[in-house]
């Protein structure tokens, strides 16, 4: 029996062959809220999309959020989602400050950090293999307006983007695309955005423009499924050049609603068929940052080599919280590469990233990850066997399951 | 004004509560499961700060009604407006060789309703002013083997507010009649339908608008008006060999 919410995780860790999926999305009621502190109990179906239309217009946004609002809460936690503001704010989970959980007993445990805490440890991050999330209580981030004060700037290799990372502190939110088809001199080169709600007294003809672009999404959508060529190295290099050349040099400042800002994909439905119908895979790393971040440039460097570019990455310096057990941020930095599925060179280009990964002590992020093997993931996740002494304990007859659970020895019995 | 959603925990009724809260109206949820209408009636207090109460109630046991809106009235204001969403298809076995289960069909569906819609009217009669929706089914409009028990509760239902309709309209109360087709809620969950099934979300929102133009007769999804037109036309010499 697995939980299964809205289906966004790119590999299997939401599938359950031969199992039971309990949809949770219409498990969907906000429970209470606190206007004094931010503080919202909601069931685990209510999704970032629930939150944002009925907390944005009160002046309150979800405390993290990844790059989509089509996640719910249950599943933000499950993955212990992070977002741009990683650095200020940490994941999902350092803004939730209790669960209920059905357990594989049929008991509703309540956990937080002082009751049941290895429970709710186990449980953020956990990838659903604890219980079923059925209410949680997130604490909501008070903002202004609908608006975002964003800047983006032109960075013209790796060295540029560090530079240019360690200046913007200052700002909660921060990332940056990045073109990883460029070889040489300009290897790392993109568009770094960083931004921050927008204060009360900097929005002034903005607001008018709010309603405008809430009743315009969605915008477009994807029809059909684009033939496998529409996306090959010769469309992706161009497509790079393009992006990183339609940005001036230099900086641009703008006033952005947080709709393009957060969710720029949302806006195209079904994008994911512009992959055609061989699909595609994500690879998200993270690697502690060294002197001369050479795992980075390895990991670059072996992309660009291989022939398979990708069609979209980004990259973030993460802050230093983290939570141990599954959860995947750490410090350091963490790219994100979309593949179109190019089949068996595709699995083996992985493989080497994933030896230079767990050299530099990095790690995969299981929410987007489908294929890593269980020795890789072993050492990825020193932590692994303490989190399934947890879960074990409170599911000894194995009722919760994945196919990411099974394929990485934490779900099954033998090793 | 208030409004009252008897049978609120269906996915429907929720939508339907939550257009009216959305205008500001006091809600009263009732269902035979309190805790999960608690849940819905916090749902709409977090999403619109209207008061929302949460009760319970029991469809069958008739001699409650009249103090139940009392007390609805009680905690939520005057009922300007009152849903009567709840509905059991119940289950009957094939040969129908026990006979309780189809009477508990009809004392929910039919008596029940009926029963309700007698004494929220009689508050809004007195005031001349409200008005009543009776949630039915097109499977009210002919009986078929498959579900007849269900269907003749519904279709009675149908009658019944038809005259009821009639003898409210010089007494300013409105009293308008909502044929479902397939909606995707728990009724329809897992169906192999064939035929599209409509958004709880845009069928509240059709009932609503078409209870502000003083609409009768509602058929949601509209189209159903002409399936079921066709089907109330098949003689019956024909239809009884059937299987529809």
């Known amino acids: 029996m697995l939980a299964h919410g809205l289906g966004r995780s790119y590999g299997d860790a939401a599938l359950i062959d031969g199992g039971k999926a309990v949809l949770t999305r219409r498990l969907d009621r906000m429970l209470d809220f606190d206007p004094e502190t931010g503080w919202l109990r909601c069931e685990a179906g209510v999704s970032i999309e629930d939150i944002l239309e009925t907390f944005v217009p009160r002046g309150f946004f979800p405390p993290v959020t990844p790059g989509t609002k089509f996640v719910t809460a249950g599943g933000a936690l499950g993955c212990d989602v992070h977002g741009k503001n990683h650095h200020v704010d940490g994941c999902w989970s350092n803004h939730v400050r209790r669960v209920e959980l059905l357990t594989a007993s049929g008991e509703v445990v309540t956990c937080d950090r002082e009751q049941e805490p290895e429970l709710f440890a186990a449980t953020v991050g956990g990838m659903g293999m604890t219980g079923i999330i059925l209410a949680m209580d997130v604490k909501l981030t008070p903002i202004h307006n609908p608006w975002i004060a964003m800047e983006s700037i032109r960075v013209e290799n790796l060295d540029h983007f560090f530079e240019v990372s360690a200046q913007s502190s200052s700002f909660t939110h921060t990332v940056s695309w990045i073109d990883c088809v460029k070889r040489g001199k300009g290897m790392g080169r993109g568009i770094f955005m960083r931004g921050r709600h927008a204060n009360a007294d900097e929005v002034g003809h903005a607001s008018a423009l709010t309603k405008l672009i809430e009743v315009a999404d969605p915008v477009m959508a994807v029809p059909v499924n684009g033939p496998n060529w529409l996306l090959n190295n010769a469309s992706i290099r161009l497509f790079n050049e393009a992006y990183f050349r339609k940005h001036p040099k230099g900086q641009k400042n703008v006033l952005q609603h947080f709709e393009p800002f957060f969710y720029p994909l949302d806006f195209v439905r079904d994008w994911n068929r512009i992959y055609g119908k061989r699909g595609f895979l994500q690879y998200q790393l993270v690697v502690p940052k060294t002197s001369d971040n050479a795992p980075l440039r390895a990991v670059l460097d072996a992309i660009t080599k291989s022939g398979m570019g990708s069609f979209l990455a980004v990259i973030k310096e993460f802050g230093d919280l983290s939570n141990g057990g599954l959860s995947f941020p750490m410090p350091g930095v963490t790219l994100a590469l979309d593949f179109a599925n190019y089949g068996q060179p595709l699995l083996d280009l992985m493989e080497r990233l994933d030896a230079i990964v767990v050299e530099a002590g990095g790690r995969v992020y299981l929410g987007k990850d489908a294929r890593v093997s269980r020795a890789t993931f072993r050492r990825m996740y020193p932590e692994w066997e303490a989190w399934k002494a947890v879960r074990d304990k409170w599911d000894p007859q194995r009722v919760f399951q994945s196919d990411l659970g099974r394929r990485l020895g934490l779900v099954g019995g033998a090793a | ?244």
């Open chain 2, 1 to 244: 004004m208030s409004i009252a959603v008897f049978g609120g925990t269906s996915r429907i009724a929720r939508a339907i509560a939550q257009r009216w809260a959305e205008d500001g109206h006091a809600v009263w949820i009732g269902a035979r499961d309190v805790e999960e209408a608690e849940r819905i009636a916090a749902d709409l207090r977090v999403k619109t700060g209207v008061n929302a109460v949460a009760g319970s109630f029991d469809a069958v046991d008739v001699g409650s009604h009249p103090g139940l809106v009392a007390a609805i009235e009680e905690a939520v204001g005057p009922l300007g407006c009152a849903v009567l969403a709840f509905g059991d298809m119940g289950e009957i076995d094939e040969d129908h060789a026990d006979f309780a289960a189809a009477r508990r069909v009809i004392d929910v569906n039919f008596t029940g309703a009926a029963s309700l819609a007698e004494a929220v009217t009689a508050k809004m009669s007195e005031r001349g002013a409200g008005t009543l929706i009776g949630i039915g089914s097109v499977a009210g409009d002919r009986g078929r083997q498959s579900n007849y028990v269900y269907g003749s509760a519904k279709g009675a239902f149908a009658l019944y507010l038809q005259g009821l309709r009639n003898r409210l309209f010089k007494r300013g109360v409105h009293v308008m009649t909502v044929k479902l087709g397939f909606v995707d809620t728990r009724m329809t969950w897992g169906l192999d339908t064939k035929i599209p099934v409509a958004a709880p979300e845009q069928a509240a929102r059709a009932i609503h608008d078409a209870a502000a133009r003083r609409v009768d007769t509602l058929y949601y999804p509209p189209f159903w008006r002409a399936i079921m037109g066709v089907i109330k036309t098949i003689p019956e010499r024909a239809f009884k060999r059937l299987s529809l």
